[in-house]
């Protein structure tokens, strides 16, 4: 078997005879480069080509040599690597190679076989594969070859070919073999007489004691059997016979089916048997050779080998289901891999949240670097991705002007099936208003050095230069912003994904999907992990006052934050990872008003650990009114001609909520602006009088004459609906007028009992007790 690899360099003059007939031509520096994958019968050197994937090969310096193969001494006994113009011929394969790795050649030339089948069958339209049939054994001039593949083929092909040959044979070995021979059971067996009736108990049939042809037929149904377990081959095995298979198989691979076969040899007389012998031994011994027709030739290539990984690759991980916009993007640019899963920031136990996941293949030698064209498209792919789903919600029908009705059809069956995908929801999370992380990523292939094909890490990060991460940004610091796009890259056991796609079947394929999505998910995590660190916050106090302090620094937090939980009154806080994160601006910012717990990995759920630290927190810090001698002190007789408004507090519920327990974590007072409710107020009063204090009491309590001083900064207005949302204790009934506060503070020991009883003595029959009462401090001064 003569070696060739794809896309190789090769000098005319070493290779002309391997490749006349599918690359006649030569450039300029007479060099031949191959732009196939897979294998060929030359009849003018009468063995068999195959063209190696580039994959197998690796640059050393300024020249490409083979990957994971010994060195080997040149002339001079010094070690060098071996090169492809090494192994071409059957003679440079047996000097640089081991048994270990021509066993390898043999059986990789197999799965390769497997693959381009099975792509040929599932795109019967793509023009990559060239192919022709086989070429067939029998009589006329003939021709020896050692390929393992074509030992394959070939049993393959006959046992399709002669079922009819099977069926009669094994019929005709096991007619009569039930018959009792009575002439030798009489002669050779003991009988028992009971009563008139003669009993043998040892009949002798017609069966022969060794049927060597009928074991012929069990080793060949036996390889057969092994074709289909380990290489997804399809060969019908219609016969009931007990097969070789497991540890017994393994020692018939081992030698002793050749031992075996060479045993039984001469028990055989007709074409048919014979031929059968000829290929079971040549699969025991690929180095016996086995006659096969060269009248015609044979191939089987792939023109263009990246397709057919991109094809095994998008079979393997990949979504068939995906809207034109996304796969077939709308300027023309067409994405190699894309498919949902889940979002890289809800808990691992959240599994409603999906994202789109956007991969591109790259068929490269090993150790090839990206180039910035490909870094460049893959950033517009996922940018496309991003207005389409911004498109898919705009409810405006700018972006679908001009469209045809199968568009809109289209548009509208998308929108069913994909309106829970939002990149930014702003039904869940009009606040924060961030982007959700897109998972954007390369694939490459890569080769074991042990040149295995099934590996407990089939997937691992590409090593350039030591990082396999791009970052795209418009603004520092922002992750979870539209600009900001994280581009990984990775490698994948391309052996394992021979292995799999060539085996096609069903249930192994959505095995590996399930596992390797997962596997993406973990690796991309780590990716924006190390980048970034990562923090889960709660509001200390009211979740409103949490949200309006957001809202108040809306600028300082943009593309920092987003509530990818369930909890929505827990926060995702992503700051780019520096020495002392805890010291920057921003967390101490944060810190002051939220519970911040760091997070180490990306899929745990922060919110009961917050919940704990808020009931914590609030337990240890409710609100105690500040010693009276420890207060400010402020003196009457300076605020003699301001206004003092002076009201009451239904409870304890209702004292908290005005010291804090509200949505806005501030010191408010309300009173009732609603007409048809006693003790009302006018709101232009009391802007007219301008309060500058506020002295408050528990309703029911005046006369113990305890009270609290606040000063007051600035006036507001609350609707019912605001009232609500803003923790009002009790059932809100129409507007009302709020003060807000600065402090608590002192004017000294008031009687306010006395100046209660007073003003109701008054007013009488108009004195509301719960309506609040407004003095100058003049007035004030006669009570303390």
Known sequence: MRILFEEHQYRADEIAEEVKDICPLHDIEKKISISYVGYFYNPEIKDCVFILPKVLLKDEGDKEVVANIPKVKDDNGEERSVTPEDIVSPEGQQRCLTKEYRKFIYEFAVWIYRTLSVYRHQHPASNAIYYRPMPQEGSGKRQ????????????????????????FTIKNLHSGNNKINWTRTINHSQCFIQGKETVYLDPVNKKRCINFEEELFVIFFSILNYLNENYGFNAPINCQYELIKGKRFAAYMNGMGKVRLKQIRYKYFSDKTLQMWDMCYAFFDSAYRIAVNVNQKEYLLAKSFEHVFEAMIDELIGENDIPKGLKEQRDGKRVDHIYTYDALTNDDEQRDQQIYYIGDSKYYKNGHKLGRESIYKQYTYARNVI????????????????????????????KEKYGKIRLRNDEQDPLTEGYNVIPNFFISAFVNENRSYVEKENIKPHDDNGDNTYISSQFDNRLFDRDTLILSHYDVNFLYVVYLYARNK???????????????????????????????????????????????????????????????????????????NAKSYTYSMLNDFFEIEKIDHLGTNPTPTLDEKVKTYQEEHPYTPTPNDWLPRYYLERYANEYFVIGSYHDQAHWDWITGKNDRGTLIYNVRLNASRSGTQVKSHI????????????????????????RIHDYAEMT??????????????????????????????????AYISHCRQEQGNEFVASAPLYSKGEELMKYK
């Open 387 to 414: 207005q389409w789903n911004i498109d898919l919600f705009m409810d405006g029908g700018n972006q679908r002007k001009g469209w045809t009705d199968e568009e809109k059809k289209d548009y509208a069956d998308d």
């Open 506 to 580: 069903s249930a192994e394929k959505t095995e590996w999907k399930r596992k390797v999505r997962d596997i993406f998910r973990k690796e991309i995590r780590k990716v924006i992990e190390e980048k970034y660190d990562f923090y889960a916050m709660k509001a200390k106090g009211n979740p409103l006052a949490g949200e309006q302090f957001i809202k108040d620094n809306f600028k300082d937090l943009q593309g920092k934050l987003y509530r990818p939980y369930d909890d929505k009154n827990t926060y995702l806080l992503a700051l780019e990872r520096k020495e002392d």
């Open 144 to 167: 020896k070859t050692s390929t393992f593949l074509d030992v394959i083929l070939s049993l393959i092909r006959f046992n399709r070919e002669n079922q009819s040959f099977f069926l």
């Open 687 to 710: 802007r007219k009088l301008k309060p500058r204090f506020a002295i408050l009491y528990e309703e029911g309590h005046e006369r113990e004459n305890r009270y609290h001083v606040f």
């Open 720 to 753: 019912e609906d605001r009232m609500r949302k803003a923790l009002y204790p009790r059932e809100p009934k129409g507007e009302y007028f709020i003060f807000r506060f600065d402090e608590e503070i002192s004017f000294g020991r008031l009687d306010i009992a």
